[in-house]
């Protein structure tokens, strides 16, 4: 199915651009999410007249993501979990809690669906983690899993 891309999506294409993707991709993620649309005619002109509107817009996303990049860059955050006694965690840390850590300590808003840890924190320690701020940004963040002393 051929979609024109409404912004930059990462390792798909850039803004403009009319591409070749599998029919659920389009409908259920890049359609839906309005990041593209149907490549008709009609639609081919209507976004070669508001390209470069649509390539402001994706710079000032850009330069935004860029601010909070800058802000959490290589920080670290601690967070405290239950574990047992071989240090390994009841459940795991998972991309909502990250969330919250980041929301509470830098009252910034970074979406779950951005972060990606690198490998799974299940137990305690150090665990680096990728956060995707736009197509073009990244950010790293360290997350320490610490021993909760406490049982609730």
Known sequence: ?????????????????VIDVKRGFARNFLIS???????????IKEVE????NLAKKDN????????????????????NKLCTENKELYGSVKPTEISKLI?????????PSMIQPVREIKSLGK??????????????????????ETIQ
Do not use: C, F, P, W
């Open 60 to 79: 000032e996303k850009k330069a935004e993501a860029q601010k909070i990049s800058e802000q959490i860059n290589l920080k670290e955050y601690s967070i």
């Open 103 to 111: 929301q509470e300590t830098n009252k910034i808003d970074i979406k």
């Open 33 to 43: 999410n309005k990041k593209a649309l149907y490549a008709s005619k009609e639609n």
């Open 127 to 148: 665990y680096i983690v990728k956060i995707t701020l736009h197509s073009a940004v990244d950010a790293e963040i360290t997350i320490n899993v610490q021993s909760a």
């Open 49 to 52: 007249k508001i390209k470069s």
């Open 1 to 17: 199915m051929k979609v024109i891309l409404l912004e930059n999506v990462k390792r798909i294409g850039s803004i403009g651009e």
